[in-house]
């Protein structure tokens, strides 16, 4: 699975919808959406990404499904 399909499958798994998940990440409706209709991390920040995983409660690398591994990321 990609990025979004990762992001969808846990939101949906928790029951939220893409306007809660947006509340409980602190982003706005439309940076969900465009994560979610991502295919890579490109054109979403890395910290966009680590506050959606704390928001869903799910350890990031399993967002990240392992596509990163090996790489580096200065927050």
């Not at 706005?28 to 890579?40: A, G």
């Amino acid at each position: 699975l990609k990025i979004g399909e990762m992001v969808k499958y846990y939101r949906i798994q928790k029951g939220l919808t893409q306007k809660k998940l947006a509340k409980k990440s602190k982003k706005h409706i439309s940076t969900i959406q465009r994560l979610e209709s991502q295919t890579t991390i490109g054109g979403v920040s890395y910290n966009t990404v680590i506050d959606v995983s704390n928001a869903l409660k799910i350890p990031l690398n399993r967002v990240l499904n392992n596509e990163y591994a090996g790489y580096r990321f200065i927050i």
